[in-house]
Nanobody
Framework: VQLQASGGGLVQAGGSLRLSCATS????????MAWFRQAPGKERDFVAA????????VHADSVKGRFTISRDGAENTVYLQMNSLKPEDTAVYYC????????????????????WGQGTQVTVSS
């Protein structure tokens, strides 16, 4: 599975961005896709995840109510709509995918995702 993330950029605090992650390499598509982010000098943190079948989602507490993960099943593309952005949202955002089923309680763990995109930079200025 190959992942291509796009949509990052520079935005002022309070603004919005929409990230996209397109997949290729499998006809059926990954079972679960997720977004993680990594700020300079910090660990990679979970942002949101979504299941292909059923569309169940999980969002990190830090982004609930501001970010929304969604998917286009026909195109095997996942989106991250980011609203009310804050300077602390500044990071490189990575999309990740897993072909095997992941239970809900494990969807926040980066170790469950064997496939990763190249990352896209999001910078929020104050």
């Amino acid at each position: 599975v190959q992942l291509q993330a796009s949509g990052g950029g520079l935005v002022q605090a309070g603004g919005s961005l929409r990230l996209s992650c397109a997949t290729s390499g499998r006809t059926s598509g990954p079972s679960t896709m997720a977004w993680f982010r990594q700020a300079p000098g910090k660990e990679r943190d979970f942002v949101a995840a979504i299941r292909r079948r059923g569309g169940a989602t999980v969002h990190a507490d830090s982004v609930k109510g501001r970010f929304t993960i969604s998917r286009d099943g026909a195109e095997n593309t996942v989106y991250l709509q980011m609203n009310s952005l804050k300077p602390e949202d500044t990071a490189v955002y990575y999309c990740a995918a897993a072909e095997s089923h992941i239970i809900m309680s494990a969807m926040r763990s980066s170790t469950m995702y064997p496939f990763w995109g190249q990352g896209t930079q999001v910078t929020v200025s104050s």
